[in-house]
């Protein structure tokens, strides 16, 4: 088999695992863990899109995910800081 091979069924196995993992996984209620649970499926679709060498959808896709996970870790991280001052009042 061809590194390309490797790469495509690498990709998909990180791809069920992570979103299994993310949804069955371990039970925690924190947020943050949980959002990097994702981040095992996303560099799955990203080593997807290597084998398909869709450079264009690659890059849109790296560049979309940094931008989202920055924003949802600010957002979970202002919630928190919401329901401390909510429960200090």
Not at 1 to 16: P, Q, R, T
């Amino acid at each position: 088999m061809e590194y390309i091979e490797y790469l495509l069924y690498l990709g998909y196995v990180l791809l069920i695992i992570g979103t299994i993992g993310a949804i069955v996984g371990p039970k925690s209620n924190d947020k943050l863990i949980r959002l990097l649970n994702t981040e095992v499926a996303t560099f799955g679709v990203c080593f997807i899109f290597l084998a398909y060498d869709e450079a264009l959808a690659l890059m849109t896709f790296i560049a979309v995910n940094a931008i989202l996970s920055l924003i949802l870790v600010r957002a979970i991280l202002q919630n928190e800081e919401y329901e401390k001052e909510s429960d200090i009042e």
